[in-house]
């Protein structure tokens, strides 16, 4: 079974640029999630899915941050314009959700971003 | 809200060695869920046991195993035979059973010597 998919791997961009990341999950599960993780630092939920609908995006900074998850299987983070803070690993998971009574989360290898 | 403290940052052992990580986390919750996820260099978070607080029975994989102790809000990990592979951060999470979002500790760098 192939795990959950991340892209790009790295990147580096200057503040004020925009990026967008990519997340692919296992296939079928119905929930995904967007962590941002900083240096030092356990992940911090930013967005979850259920399909293609948010469940919760409360520590999600809407001014600057989108995702969407438009089919309900693959889905895009974006922050616009981004801040020297944001520097940190973007992990995305996924889980069956729970119809599938499944609550373990799966997690991609992360993208890594260098705000200069 | 949900917190999980970890008070350990840094441990190290020698190989083929028992160490235990602690873990106690805050919770007005009866449903719930608590994971022990390793981080190793590479970054791909990576699950390594999971426990239902409905379960009395501590959870076991392989050399791995949890303390859990609902009252006192503990769910410590135990590795047991511990090899350089397990050289990694360890993290805590707690997860709510209705909201099924992941709620971290700070981390746990462990270090296995030769």
């Known amino acids: 079974e192939a795990g959950v998919a991340q892209s790009p791997r790295y990147k580096i961009i200057e503040k004020r640029q925009s990026v967008a990341f990519w997340c692919n999950p296992i296939?079928?599960?119905?929930?995904l999630y967007w962590y941002q993780q900083i240096l030092g630092q356990g992940p911090k939920l930013l967005i979850q899915?259920?399909?293609?609908?948010?469940?919760?995006d409360s520590q999600l900074p809407k001014d600057r941050f989108s995702a969407e998850r438009l089919k309900g299987v693959d889905s895009t983070l974006k922050i616009q314009p981004a801040k020297l803070e944001d520097s940190a690993v973007y992990l995305c998971?996924?889980?069956?959700?729970?119809?599938?009574?499944?609550?373990?989360?799966?997690f991609g290898p992360g993208t890594r971003l260098l705000v200069l | 809200a949900q917190t999980v403290t970890q008070s350990q940052p840094e441990m190290s052992v020698q190989e083929a060695e028992t160490v235990t990580l602690s873990c106690t986390y805050d919770?007005?919750?009866?449903?719930?869920?608590l994971f022990w996820y390793k981080q190793p260099p590479s970054r791909q978070m990576i699950l390594v046991i999971r426990?239902?607080?409905?379960?009395?029975q501590n959870a076991t994989e392989n050399r791995f195993s949890v303390n859990f102790q609902k009252a006192a809000k503990s769910f410590s990990l135990k590795i047991s035979d511990s090899q350089l592979g397990d050289t990694a951060m360890y993290f805590c999470?707690?997860?709510?059973?209705?909201?099924?979002?992941?709620?971290f500790g700070q981390g746990t760098r462990l270090t296995i010597n030769p």
């Open positions: 919770t007005s919750e009866s449903n719930y869920y």
């Open positions: 998971a996924s889980s069956l959700g729970p119809a599938g009574g499944q609550e373990t989360q799966y």
């Open positions: 426990q239902e607080a409905y379960k009395q």
């Open positions: 296939s079928g599960h119905a929930t």
């Open positions: 899915f259920q399909n293609n609908g948010v469940v919760d």
């Open positions: 999470a707690f997860m709510n059973g209705g909201a099924q979002k992941l709620v």
